[in-house]
């Protein structure tokens, strides 16, 4: 048995810093911690850890949008094109969400856990063809899409062109909706959306990324939230913990070697994935914090 | 193929501010209306359900920040005279107040932002909020 009490706001509060500080550190937002976490350890209903995480993820998108803004990186252009995308995406979850049976939210979160620990074990590098030679559509021209950022190697601009827009835009509706109804920010669909079918350099693709993320999510928190699901208790300390632990991870990740948190990040992502797989056949092995 | 000399960045440097200043607002309000309900919560019942309104604002703030990032997108574009983002950055805003509407049509309680602290005030006499909590 369980009790909202200032106990537990802390600990809501603890966990979302150390969830957020860990994705920071790899360049994402915490949900896809924060919301197994609340539900495996907190008992929180998945829902309402899910309307929580959206909040998080939102806060994570704005507070560490500026310096990729400010240094160049963030394709404003492409994002508002696919932002139509995964919004659409969010729309189709927010209609989703009640539906979808609750073990069925576990099976799906345990999925996306066990894939994302399977993506970050492959390395990502910068996809082959960025030079302007190759020919990249009729919507990049259409739009001006193509744009150039600054590359500390080289230390000059760096040009580059934007591919396949349908292709990605697809897979950036199967983000939104994924992001809606999980209550995370979906990397894993916008890594492959990203590297393969738009071909974009990753320091471009992580901020682009991340500047995103915040209009995707606020399709859909808003909706939870003007629908009266947003349980403020709940919510108020995981966005707070998820502003201080995103900009702690950003500090921490010039420190750490990067193999080092790229492993701690798949066994996280495993036995969380795992927990939650017991979860959705209604295991319960942990018991609550408090 | 630059964003053909309309100034590039200027638009990078307005979202970096509005983005960087309204988080802060946000965080801020959130941390002093959970802190107003820490302090209250010392009062009978350890609960720290009492009075969650000013946090609800903060997170309010936190969901229309992204929508003014659109709407501010929108603006820029239109000055520039670039018809086809503005357009598109209209129709994502029309999506993001398409679900709001939704959501609004699916509000399972009279005065629905604030009602989930309703909720969980009304249940606060139990030890726990169904509900809400697994």
């Known amino acids: ?290 | 193929m630059n964003s053909a000399g309309l100034r590039p960045g200027r638009l990078e440097w307005l979202l970096a501010a509005v983005l960087h200043h309204g988080s802060w607002l946000a965080s801020a309000i959130i941390g002093f209306g959970l802190g107003l309900a820490l302090i209250d919560s010392r009062a009978p019942e350890l609960t720290i359900l009492r009075d969650m309104r000013v946090a609800t604002i903060g997170i309010a703030l936190f969901i229309l920040l992204p929508v003014l990032r659109v709407i501010l997108m929108i603006v820029v574009y239109v000055r520039q005279r670039d018809y086809r983002l503005s357009a598109v950055a209209l129709l994502v805003l029309t999506i993001i107040l398409l679900g709001f509407a939704v959501g609004l049509a699916g509000s399972r309680h009279h005065n629905a932002p604030g009602s989930s602290d309703a909720r969980v005030t009304r249940n606060r006499s139990a030890s726990f909020d169904p509900s809400y909590i697994a």
Not at chain 1, 26 to 47: E, N, Q, S, Y
């Open chain 1, 1 to 290: 048995m369980l009790e909202i009490n200032s106990g537990f706001a802390i600990w809501l509060f603890t966990v979302s810093l150390g969830a957020s500080a860990l994705g920071g550190m790899l360049g994402m937002a915490g949900g896809v911690f924060i919301v197994p976490i609340l539900v495996i350890f907190g008992h929180v209903d998945i829902h309402t850890a899910i309307g929580s995480s959206l909040i998080s993820v939102i806060a994570c998108s704005c507070g560490g949008a500026a310096p990729f803004l400010r240094g160049g990186l963030t394709n404003v252009r492409l994002a508002i094109v696919l932002e139509v995308a995964t919004t659409l995406g969010a729309l189709s979850g927010v209609f989703l969400f009640g539906v979808v049976p609750v073990p069925y939210l576990f099976f799906l979160f345990a999925v996306i856990l066990l894939l994302s620990a399977q993506q970050m074990m492959a390395r990502r590098g910068d996809p082959v063809s960025t030079s302007a030679s190759t020919d990249s559509g009729q919507w990049t021209a259409m739009l001006r899409l193509d744009s150039s950022y600054p590359d500390r190697e080289l230390g000059e601009m760096t040009a580059y062109r934007v591919h396949r827009v349908p292709m990605g835009m697809m897979l950036m509706y199967g983000a939104g909706l994924i992001s809606a109804l999980l209550g995370i920010g979906s990397g894993v669909l916008k890594i492959p959306a990203m590297d393969t079918a738009l071909r974009l350099p990753i320091k471009v693709s992580s901020a682009t990324s991340n500047f995103m993320i915040g209009v995707t999510a606020a399709a859909s928190a808003g909706a939870y939230f003007v629908r009266g699901d947003t349980v403020t208790v709940v919510a108020g300390p995981v966005a707070l913990g998820s502003v201080l632990g995103a900009g702690l991870g950003a500090r921490l990740l010039m420190r750490l070697s990067n193999d080092r948190v790229r492993l701690l990040f798949v066994v996280v992502l495993v036995v969380l994935g795992a927990q939650m797989l017991l979860q959705g056949f209604g295991i319960h092995l942990m018991k609550g914090p408090l």
